[in-house]
């Protein structure tokens, strides 16, 4: 036997039956194959590394980019937690008990200054670094993965302020930006391959939302369903294995427990169990003209010198909504674990799943740059916990939190198309919910596939702009 065919460098052939072979690259270190004479690579995802071999300088740069996810991640934390503190004049506890007790005046003063600083410094950013890229989904699918570290850097800086001060947007852009462009960086520094670059890049941006959430599984299954689009080994290794670094290295400053804390061990129940595979069609349909939602506003956002006063109108607009509901301030987070504890009467839970999606759009319109992530959870626990309080008036039995999460990884891995990730990342921000595996799974499979086959869009492929 050739040395290229030996321990499943190619397939065997069986006697009689030639076909042509599929090789291994890297070949592995043993050269002989099992007594069957079967080769590694009837296994579809051992076949090779295709254009990303993962060599020395390549894992090197996953283990740098890994550590720069992290330390940026924590970074941009840091700035947020600090902006929040002083926006509202607290020192510790959640910011929504904070938003509530700063009172109508401080927290529209709050947003329109914010709409301020946003606006202007964004409008200057993009002018001066114009042409330059930033968008991470963009350059990894259709572009060489090339992006700008000073507006990448500008971008989350910016974002993490407005979001301090109240805006309606996800916080995790700016770490998945920074972990995106020192992958980048380090793959030019490496004098790595497009195809490596691409996959380094990938990972840096996964690696970057794990670190902020302590969520390294949930991270490296957004680098490959999501960003890569291929659950193969040569891109699942680097994937988990940049995002476990960021995440570790992270702890520096960031909590090691869970994002959404003391939330009950839910059980699983009939009622929970019926419930689920009935609502998945309708978590789909919404995710659908949610997503549909924010591609329109992010092809008409606002741009030029319109930047600034339009942020201050489209803040200062959430401002007033905030006097009845402040808990619409910043991205979610507190009104989402408020539903995974079952709190809220059926009229609030109603008016905060309709209003949180438009207001977010509203930010996103006026120009401002942010995640999606978080205020898509929290509208799908909220949407969750109003359609399980009043199912609990038909079938009782089930805690309205348990449908809040159910709906809640529904919700997600619908709106990104990534129902893997949906699933594993509501596990994780939780650490509790495994005995609600199974209603997830049905909510979620349904859910994505009536998303899908209504649409096809998902939140990151709806935000990419118009071709040029």
């Known amino acids: 036997m050739l040395p290229g065919e ?24 043993l050269k002989w194959r099992i007594p069957s004479g079967r080769g590694a690579t009837e296994q579809p995802n051992a076949t090779g590394d295709g254009n990303a071999p993962l060599n020395g300088p390549f894992w090197l740069g996953i283990v740098l980019t890994g550590v720069a996810a992290g330390l940026f991640g924590a970074a941009m934390m840091a700035l947020l937690f600090s902006v929040q503190h002083l926006a509202f004049n607290y020192s510790s506890g959640p910011v929504e008990q904070a938003v509530e007790r700063a009172g109508d005046l401080r927290r529209l003063t709050s947003l ?19 042409g330059e890229k930033s968008e991470v989904d963009d350059a990894i699918w259709r572009g060489d993965a090339r992006l700008s570290f000073r507006r990448c ?5 910016i974002s993490e302020i407005v979001i301090g ?24 520094w490496l004098g790595l391959s497009d195809g490596q670059r691409k996959l380094l890049v990938a990972c840096g941006a996964g690696a970057g939302l794990a670190a902020v959430y302590n969520v390294p599984l949930g991270g490296a299954l957004f680098t490959v369903e999501v960003l890569v689009g291929s659950a193969v080994l ?63 506003v992010s092809y008409r956002r606002t741009t030029g010198a319109m930047t600034a006063p339009a942020m201050v109108v489209a803040f200062g607009a959430l401002g007033l909504i905030g006097f009845e509901y402040p808990q619409l301030f910043g991205n979610g987070k507190d009104v989402a674990h408020d539903a995974f504890l079952g709190q809220g009467s059926l009229t609030l839970l109603l008016a905060l799943c309709c209003l949180k999606p438009l207001v977010t759009a509203m930010c996103l319109k006026s120009g ?31 805690p309205i939190g348990a449908f809040a999460m159910v709906a809640a990884a529904a919700m997600t891995g619908a709106a990104m198309q990534a129902p893997l990730a949906g699933l594993a990342l509501v596990l994780e921000l939780t650490h509790t919910g495994f005995a609600l595996v199974v209603p997830m799974m049905a909510a979620t499979v349904t859910a994505t596939f009536v998303a899908r086959a209504v649409d096809g869009y998902s939140i990151y492929s709806a935000r990419l702009p118009a071709e040029s």
């Open 6 to 29: 030996a321990g499943g460098g190619h397939d065997a052939v069986p006697p009689g039956r030639p076909r042509t072979a599929r090789l291994r690259r890297p070949l592995p270190l």
């Open 165 to 188: 001060m109240g805006a309606s947007i996800g916080r995790e852009q700016a770490p998945k930006l920074m972990g995106a462009a020192s992958g980048s960086v380090l793959s030019r």
């Open 368 to 398: 401002a740059a942010g995640g999606l992530f978080t205020p898509t959870l929290s509208t799908g626990a909220l949407l969750g916990a109003f359609l399980g309080l009043a199912w609990s008036h038909l079938w009782a039995g089930a």
């Open 153 to 157: 850097l500008g971008t989350g800086v």
């Open 234 to 296: 040569p891109a699942v290794l680097p994937a988990l294995a940049c995002a476990f670094i960021a995440t570790t290295t992270a702890w520096i400053y960031l909590p090691t427990g869970p994002t959404y804390l003391d939330i009950p061990a839910y059980h699983l129940s009939a009622t929970l169990m019926v419930w689920s595979v009935l609502v998945g069609p309708i978590l789909g349909v919404v995710a659908a003209a949610y997503t549909r939602l924010i591609g329109w």
């Open 112 to 130: 329109l200054v914010a709409g301020v600083i946003g606006g202007t410094s964004w409008y200057l950013l993009r002018r001066y670094t114009k």
